[in-house]
């Protein structure tokens, strides 16, 4: 009998938990990861750079690197509970807050209340409550990928608006009046989308992340080869140690903390690392999987975001644009820059996809747990289309996800502001996702005693990006409220 149990096992299409056997591999994760990370952020590093000069800029880099390896290391512990390979399945970050603080408020808390500045408690209006921890978590990683939306959309029109520039300069020359508007690119980029989020989960995506992963890597190292050989042109690297000199202290201050921002939008992607996570098959445990994708993935990362960073700063020196590769400090040839930006465009299509399909998600299971015996929400319809799989049709699915869109896309033609805009969402989603509940999950996990070293290098570390966060914040929002007035 337990021979028979165990080929009914081994011949199910199902994992223990009942879903469809998952099929993601190191690769598969590693090209889910990459799609995620190496985004929009990367264009603005240089920029970044250029205001942070040449040892804080490309510190700053490292600095957040490793960061982001510590809290994927602790989080990807997060994906079972209570026990890290056999536990139960936590399917998003949400999931796993509740399970891993959600029963008790956390115990570490009365005993260094004059350390944090700014605590989940202090956003539940003073509650300890683990179930509003839940809440807030979940509002914030759905709030910053709905952001992420919003940022891929003023990306893509920024490039496909790049590539109609590029074509005028190059006929008409660089004085020319080459001048155009983005709507109607956020338009086009809204409608693909619409199409592209009836995808019915992460799951059946893995070809876009990986064709999404292949155009992340051409783009970049298309900036980097464009401004290793700019530089090489000059004869000379550009920039000095301080950055950007502005007319004021107070500017500078502004500038530097956008630019901190805009490094903390380009790096972390734990508020999806979960759900990465639950398309690997196992064995070997997912959670070593994941850190080893994660080690992958932020290694390549770091390289092209200090080679894109480094060499836009040396070659364009104070006059490094916003947007490495749409910015214009590039103009030949002009086919080149075509082709970098259309691989952007390529690629944000499937970026827009990997942060917004976890909002769908659970939209979908909101909706059904809400409205169980609704046909609205549960019934399909199956379509043949031709030369395609059938297709099963939700109106609930249809009609959320074209409201979705249709959001992300109007609000990105209300803020079209680039750089500020990545401020912002790095900077809100930096220390309460990737630090403060990696760091407090870890702590339930491993049942860290309060006040012993390890708890209080994780409580310092916790703070210090808490500090930064802040920083960014304030000054990306200052960033955001000068450009829409002025």
Known sequence: MAVENSLERADSSCDEDGHSRRTGTLWTC???IITAVIGSGVLSLSWSTSQLGWIAGPVSMLCFAIVTYVSAFL???????????TGTRNYSYMDAVRVNLGKTPNPTYSHHQFFVLFHVEFLCFGASSGEKQTWVCGFLQYFSMFGTGIAYTITTSTSLRAIQKSDCYHKKGQNAPCAYGDNFYMLMFGVVQIVFSQIPDFHEMAWLSVVAAIMSFTYSSIGFVLGLAKV?????????ISGVPMPSKAQKVWRVSQALGDIAF??????ILLEIQD?????PPENQTMKRASMISIFLTTFFYLSCGCFGYAAFGNA???NLLTGFGFFEPYWLIDFANACIVVHLVGGYQVYSQPVFAFADR???SIYPNSGFVNKFYTIKLPLLPPYKLNFFRLCFRTAYVATTTGLSMFFP??????????????????IYFPVEMYFMQKKISTWTRRWVVLKFFSIGCLLVSIYALIGSVEGVISKKIG
Do not use: Q
């Open 30 to 32: 590693v090209a889910h």
């Open 75 to 85: 989080l990807s512990d997060c994906y079972r509970s209570p026990h890290p390979v």
């Open 232 to 240: 090489i042109g000059n004869g000379m690297i550009k920039g000095g």
């Open 266 to 271: 380009a790096y972390p992607y734990s508020l």
């Open 279 to 283: 398309t690997l098959k196992s064995p």
């Open 320 to 322: 490094t644009p916003g």
């Open 366 to 368: 909101l909706a059904a």
């Open 417 to 434: 502001f680039f750089n500020e805009v990545l401020g912002v969402l790095g900077a809100l989603n930096f220390w309460p996702l990737a």
